[in-house]
């Protein structure tokens, strides 16, 4: 039986169309939709990218994917889906979309797998005091009295806190069955406290996982609400030697505030993102002993982010064969995810 194939469009960066984008995945495109030359495209305001708007039944976005404005969706009658390629779909999904009522998925559950990889080593890198030790080598060299500074290098019996049982704080949670923990704790006022439990945690409130955690990671996506969630009020509560790990969004944490309680080497911290981003040349975090700060590279790159292309595709299939979809994004999901 033959399958009718939708004209599509890919909208994405160059960087992310050559990254996203290899034969194997071209070809299923091809396979699954109509597609134009050029295959992708950047500017939605060339005379070039509009004609090929016009003919468009399926957009396929990606990071660098413009805002998708009343005024270019004019120029796409008969576009009915857009298949995200990536996780947040806040920077191009415009109130028009919604009022057009387009089907809109993401890869975001794809984007989430990495994240909470890089996640479980930095807890378990954090237990050990890894990245910590790996620094005072450097000063002390043949000298190894240091260790003795750092506390209990251990993970069995730790307790570790996440707040945010997003998508990736759930993948969190089920990574961490791998490691003897004493107790996993969640605060999240949106989760379902019986799908932590069955998880494998325990729902608290955040004072009492601030309280009690060894280790405090963050899941929670920047919005108004969640912007300084950890400030200077939360960050006391933690006991002494606890590490935060931020593999989020660097609103979510006071960078002053931690700042503060780095320095002064009752904390320690693990921050794969930062407020601001990157942090500036005269930020003391950088030459903090007890601090580890990574380039934002805990979500998906190289071949990582053909998962999520590959999920798009999937999602296309879906489209295509009539069934429905598995990751579909709506306006009001959008208040409380990223």
């Given at each position: 039986m033959n399958v009718r194939r939708p004209r599509a469009l890919l909208v994405m960066d160059p960087a992310s169309f050559a990254e996203q984008f290899h034969e194997p995945q071209l070809r299923r495109l091809s396979e699954l939709a109509e597609v134009g030359d050029p295959v992708s495209i950047a500017d939605l305001d060339t005379p070039e990218a509009r004609r090929a708007l016009r003919a468009a039944e399926v957009l396929v976005t990606s990071w660098g994917c413009p805002p998708l404005t009343a005024e270019r969706l004019a120029d796409a009658p008969h576009l009915r889906a857009v298949f995200h390629c990536a996780?947040?779909?806040?920077?191009?999904?415009?109130?028009?979309?919604?009022?057009?009522?387009?089907?809109?998925?993401?890869?975001?559950?794809?984007n989430a797998i990495p994240v909470a990889e890089f996640t479980l080593a930095a807890i378990i890198l954090a237990g050990k005091k890894a990245p910590f030790l790996a620094q005072d080598a450097r000063r002390?060299?043949?000298?190894?009295?240091?260790?003795?500074?750092?506390?209990?290098?251990?993970?069995?019996?730790?307790?570790?806190g996440v707040v945010g049982f997003s998508r990736v704080g759930r993948r969190v949670v089920d990574l961490l069955r791998v490691l003897e923990l004493g107790e996993v704790l969640v605060a999240d006022p949106y989760a379902d406290a019986d799908e932590v439990r069955a998880a494998g945690a325990r729902p608290v409130a955040l004072p009492e996982l601030l309280a009690r955690c060894d280790v405090l990671t963050l899941h929670v996506p920047a919005l108004p609400a969640t912007r300084h969630l950890i400030g200077a009020a939360e960050l006391a509560l933690l006991r002494d030697g606890a590490t935060v790990i931020n593999t989020a969004r660097?609103?979510?944490?006071?960078?002053?505030?931690?700042?503060?309680?780095?320095?002064?080497?009752?904390?320690?911290?693990?921050?794969?993102?930062?407020?601001?981003?990157?942090?500036?040349?005269?930020?003391?975090?950088?030459?903090?002993?007890?601090v580890m700060l990574t380039p934002h590279v805990a979500g998906s790159l190289g071949s990582e982010t053909r998962r999520l292309s590959e999920s798009a595709l999937d999602e296309l299939d879906r489209y295509v064969s009539g069934r429905p979809p598995r990751a579909a994004v709506t306006a009001d999901d959008l208040t409380v995810t990223a």
């Open positions: 996780g947040s779909v806040r920077g191009f999904a415009t109130d028009e979309v919604w009022r057009r009522g387009l089907l809109v998925t993401s890869a975001a559950g794809e002390h060299r043949e000298n190894w009295p240091y260790l003795a500074h750092r506390g209990e290098l251990s993970n069995r019996g730790r307790t570790v660097g609103s979510v944490l006071d960078t002053a505030a931690l700042e503060r309680e780095c320095a002064a080497g009752r904390i320690d911290a693990i921050l794969d993102v930062t407020d601001p981003e990157p942090l500036p040349a005269g930020s003391p975090l950088y030459d903090l002993p007890n």
